[in-house]
């Protein structure tokens, strides 16, 4: 404390502490994680198809690619394939194959409960003409 010129005492170095400490006691808490991304990672088995979800959120489709036929790099999916649901939720995922493929691996895991972090599924599309193998 120090004295000013009309002789009072001035406790500014108790005044900043308390002010400190009023200020760190109003931080709120950090609040839980609500909402999260979920993706359908659609993998390279040439085929071509669609995953939706269920809640609806995911709708990705992949195309057929031949890698064989050209130097083309497969083409990207289209439409929804990452979503934000609630944390605790539990996704249904549907692969439905386009005409000439089939599903071969996936979607894996189905069902999805929604977790904190990174949530995925995985489909693997195959065409009919012996590319990759069934199964």
Known sequence: MRR??????????????????????????????????????????WGGGTVTSQPAGINCH???????????????????????????????????PDTGSSVNYGPTPNPLTVRTGYNATTVMFCPNDGLCSAG
């Open 4 to 45: 000013n010129r009309s002789g009072a005492r001035r406790a500014t170095g108790v005044v900043t502490a308390l002010a400190t400490a009023a200020a760190i006691a109003s931080v709120a808490p950090a609040q839980a994680q609500t909402t999260a991304q979920v993706t359908a990672w659609v993998s390279d088995g």
């Open 62 to 96: 992949q195309e057929a690619w031949d890698p064989y036929a050209s130097n083309d790099p497969q083409p990207n999916p289209t439409g929804t394939c990452t979503a934000t649901f609630q944390v605790g939720t539990t996704i249904t995922f549907t692969a439905t």
